[in-house]
């Protein structure tokens, strides 16, 4: 059973900076793709940045380019989005997920996804 743990959120003011991290359980990580997805309140999960088993290549959603950068470490089975000039309209629960080996689904698809981390609140302040 793979877990995936969420870390780095919290209250943030317009321009700042966070770093989330999600570390992962299982001797497996460096064998799939990761992603992170985020939900704001009343509104669906939309994917936010995905990046393949190397790091080699990397994905993003319009709306962040530029500004979010992902990146991760297999060796300490650990994925990271890096989070600068957040806008109030960032605010969300941020989620990583585990892609699964079936790519039927795109890489944006919350569907292509199979293990989810519990989530971490970031919260960016006008």
């Known amino acids: 059973q793979v877990q995936l743990v969420e870390s780095g959120g919290g209250l943030v003011q317009t321009g700042g900076s966070l770093r989330l991290s999600c570390a992962a359980s299982?001797?497996?990580?460096?064998?799939?793709?990761m992603g992170w997805f985020r939900q704001a309140p009343g509104k669906q999960r939309e994917f936010v940045a995905g990046i393949n088993r190397s790091g080699g290549s990397t994905y993003y959603a319009d709306f962040v380019k530029g500004r979010f950068t992902i990146s991760r470490d297999n060796a300490m089975k650990t994925v990271y989005l890096q989070m600068n000039s957040l806008k109030p309209e960032d605010t969300a629960v941020y989620y990583c997920?585990?892609?699964?080996?079936?790519?039927?689904?795109?890489?944006?698809?919350?569907?292509?996804?199979?293990?989810w981390g519990q989530g971490t609140q970031v919260t960016v302040s006008s």
């Open positions: 299982g001797r497996t990580f460096s064998s799939y793709d």
């Open positions: 997920a585990r892609r699964s080996g079936d790519y039927s689904f795109r890489y944006y698809d919350f569907k292509s996804y199979d293990f």
